[in-house]
Structure formats: C-alpha cells, structure tokens
C-alpha cells in the first residue's frame, strides 16, 4: 500500500507540471485540418523510410511520446526503433506525438496522419489522456475520444497498443475509478493490447526527469522502451 501511495504521490507531481511546461492549451473547436501542419513537421524526413521497412508502427501521443527536451535520437519512437531493430525487426517507428495533445486533439488530427502515411501502418501505439486529467476533463470525453480513435483504426484494420494513464489521488476516488477504468475497458471491448501505465518505471524516480521535474530524460526513455518492447515485438510476431 505504501508503495502505491508513492507512485501516485510522484504521480500527482508529474501530472501537475504537464499542463505548466507544456505548449498553449489546444483549441478544443479547432478542426482536424489546423492538426495538419503540426503533424507534418512532426513527420519530418521518417517518410522515405517508412516506405522501405517491413514493419511500420506510428507513436501516436503527446509529449512523452513527442521526446519533449530531448536530442532527435533520444525520444520513445527512436529509441524504440533501436531496440526493436537490435531484437532482429526491419521495422520503422514513425513519431507521431504531439506535446500539448489532449484525446479531442488527438482525435481531430488521427485521419490526417494515416492518410498521409505512405502506407497502413502495422502497429499504432496509442498513448493520450494524461492532458485531459490535467485539465480536468470529463473522463466520460476521455473515454469517447479514446474509443472514437480505436474504432478508427479497427475500421482500418490496424492492430492497436493502448497506453494508459493513471488519475492523481487529488480528483477524488469516483474521478479515478471512473478514468482508470477507460483503458482496460477498451481494451477488453475491442481486443486489442494493453500496456497499463506508459510511466511504469520512470514515476517515482526523480534521477530518471529533465530538470522540469515530468518529462523523462534519455535514460528514462531508455527504462519505458525497456519494459514496453518485449510486448510491441510479441504483437509483431503475432
């Protein structure tokens, strides 16, 4: 118990500076359209790539996903790459994280990015909603949106990993049990892989954040893709 109480506690800490360090509120009445242009530069030159591996995965998140403070080579997608490559996949993982994104944001922008992927991706990693807890959104949306997204890619025919969230102690145990709920749900409902708490690992330990005390550093990148790649090359293989 103590132990759970001191992930939250470093939790509750990391959710609280997200939404202070993180770029400017998203427009909630935007378009998918305006998703366009940001998403393009986030693309950058992972295009030509993509078109040659065997495998393509796209990372599709916010800030942790994005490498917020991080050198090119350094954030999840990257190193993930690295290490699916040294485990014998001729695979590319397509960096589609966007700091700042809430579920809704995410939701708009989600066509935009696999139409214009050179081709379907086989793998999406799907990891948002630490935003929407920040802004206190209903975790009714949240769970709208993440399942809007779920069945777009089951309409596509594109396998899915869902990285969860957990909600700080401080929203009241009929918040959390109603927000926690979402990804396990979902994953239940739609049959698709569930990797609980993208953070595992890195919360709770100071040493592994930028000096903006949330963002993981390249070491705790390194502690996420350890822990999380042995699934994404079990989903691969399957």
């Known amino acids: 118990m103590l132990?759970?109480?001191?992930?939250?506690?470093?939790?509750?800490?990391?959710?609280?500076?997200?939404?202070?360090?993180?770029?400017?509120?998203?427009d909630e009445t935007a378009t998918s359209a305006d998703a366009g242009p940001t998403d393009a530069a986030v693309q950058g030159d992972q295009t030509a790539d993509a078109k040659d591996a065997d495998i393509?995965?796209?990372?599709?998140?916010?800030?942790?996903?994005?490498?917020?403070?991080?050198?090119?080579?350094?954030?999840?997608?990257?190193?993930?790459?690295?290490?699916?490559?040294a485990a014998g996949k001729d695979v590319r993982v397509h960096n589609?994280?966007?700091?700042?994104d809430t579920t809704a944001a995410g939701l708009r922008r989600m066509d935009f990015v696999l139409d214009n992927m050179p081709r379907k991706p086989d793998l999406v990693i799907l990891g948002l909603?630490?935003?929407?807890?920040l802004r206190?959104?209903?975790?009714?949306?949240?769970?709208?949106?993440?399942?809007?997204?779920?069945?777009?890619?089951?309409?596509r025919g594109i396998a899915v990993l869902l990285t969860g969230?957990?909600?700080?102690?401080?929203?009241?145990?009929?918040?959390?049990?109603?927000?926690n709920v979402i990804y396990p749900a979902l994953a239940r409902k739609y049959d698709v892989a569930l990797y609980p708490f993208f953070m595992d690992g890195v919360v709770g330990n100071p040493d592994l954040f930028l000096p903006d005390g949330l963002h993981p550093t390249a070491e705790g990148i390194d502690v996420i893709v350890g822990k999380i790649t042995p699934q994404v090359a079990e989903l691969l293989e399957g």
């Open 3 to 26: 132990k759970n109480l001191t992930v939250y506690g470093f939790a509750l800490a990391f959710l609280q500076l997200l939404i202070a360090c993180g770029p400017a509120p998203v």
């Open 129 to 133: 909603g630490g935003n929407d807890l």
């Open 96 to 100: 589609a994280g966007v700091s700042g």
């Open 165 to 179: 969230m957990l909600a700080p102690p401080n929203l009241g145990a009929a918040f959390i049990d109603e927000f």
């Open 56 to 85: 393509l995965i796209v990372a599709f998140g916010d800030s942790l996903y994005a490498g917020y403070g991080l050198d090119q080579k350094e954030g999840f997608a990257p190193e993930l790459q690295a290490a699916l490559t």
């Open 136 to 155: 206190g959104l209903k975790p009714a949306d949240t769970r709208a949106n993440m399942e809007a997204m779920v069945q777009s890619l089951e309409q």
